[in-house]
């Protein structure tokens, strides 16, 4: 089995078209075609169903299409890591991240600059599934996820970390904003205003149940085009609330706008680390291990730390 092999089969898989996949790779589809015929041959299993308009995975094919991403992935990794070590540094360290993460992330940079000065760290702020797809096949090491976690899969395993609390954001002008914590009850007659649930479902599903066991259906509030805009808006006065996560909240400067936490048990939304699953290479073991310990600090009062 070579490479080449896993990477034809691998383009032809995702184009299902063996045309579209030559083009992909610059070769001609005639080796394209014979290379997956000799893998096949190898593996003594029909990858592909084809038919002249047609080309379709077979169940073979679709069990054995994530083993040949994880390789390749590995090769890319590899790679990578003899590019550092030939530039002189220990590696690259690259974790995908997301909005909130406050005061963590400026924890995790320092204990990296402490106790690994020759590890660069890399941050890939993506969307949720684009982090997992590059988790998965190895151009990331590692990465923050908030909301539910799927139970651990062959490639994918999941290390609880903390559950990140939010803090209701309201016009400073206005009585709620004196209040030292809020039902979110006290919120039920302001307008709402969240980002679309397709950009983070597991927020907006988080925020709108709390609201209907409180016995109220929110009251819409105009499309929010991000957290700046909508921070704005409710610094100028206009009475509506929104939701920022405690850690952002922490660091914020808006003297228009207060944050205030909610009464027990409040909203808060667990976070974990993503990481591939099977025996870590050597050199990711501590460094795993550092940033799951930069990540649990000292209980402060601030965090719900499991």
């Known amino acids: ?75 890319d990794a590899a790679r990578a890591v003899a590019a550092d070590l030939a530039a002189g540094r220990l590696g690259a360290f690259r974790l995908g991240t997301m909005n909130g993460l406050g005061e963590r992330l400026d924890r995790i940079l320092d204990a990296f600059a402490a106790h690994a000065p020759d590890v660069q760290v890399e941050l890939t702020a993506l969307p949720t599934r684009e982090r997992l797809a ?6 990331l090491e590692a990465a923050f996820l908030r909301g539910a976690m799927p139970p651990d899969s ?29 039902r979110l009850a006290d919120l039920a007659r302001l307008p709402l205003r969240l980002t679309e649930r397709r ?20 009251v819409p509030g105009p499309p929010s085009s991000s957290l700046q805009d909508t921070l704005a808006t409710i610094g100028s006065g206009t009475p509506m609330w929104t939701v920022v996560y405690a850690a952002n909240a922490r660091i914020m400067r808006i003297p228009r706008v207060a944050f205030v936490p909610f009464a027990s048990p409040g909203l808060a939304l667990p976070t974990a680390l993503a990481v591939r699953s099977g025996p870590l290479p050597r050199r990711l ?5 550092l940033l799951v310990g930069a990540c649990r600090p000292a209980p402060t009062g601030h965090d719900q730390d499991p």
């Open 154 to 182: 062959t490639e994918i395993r999941y290390l609880p970390l903390w559950h990140e609390e939010l803090v209701a954001a309201v016009p400073s002008g206005h009585p709620l904003a004196e209040q030292p914590a809020l």
């Open 285 to 289: 073991e501590p460094l795993l291990t």
């Open 134 to 139: 590059r988790l998965a096949d190895g151009r």
């Open 1 to 75: 089995m070579e490479l080449r092999q896993l990477r034809y089969f691998v383009t032809v898989a995702e184009e299902l078209h063996f045309g579209r996949a030559a083009e992909r790779l610059l070769i001609g589809q005639p080796a394209v075609s014979q290379q997956i015929r000799r893998l096949e041959r190898e593996l003594k299993v029909e990858l592909f169903d084809r038919t002249p308009r047609l080309v379709q995975l077979t169940p073979a094919g679709e069990a054995f299409l994530p083993a040949a991403r994880a390789v390749l992935g590995a090769e």
């Open 199 to 218: 950009n983070h479902p597991a927020l907006v599903d988080l925020v709108l149940t709390g609201c209907r066991q409180a016995g109220f259906e929110p």
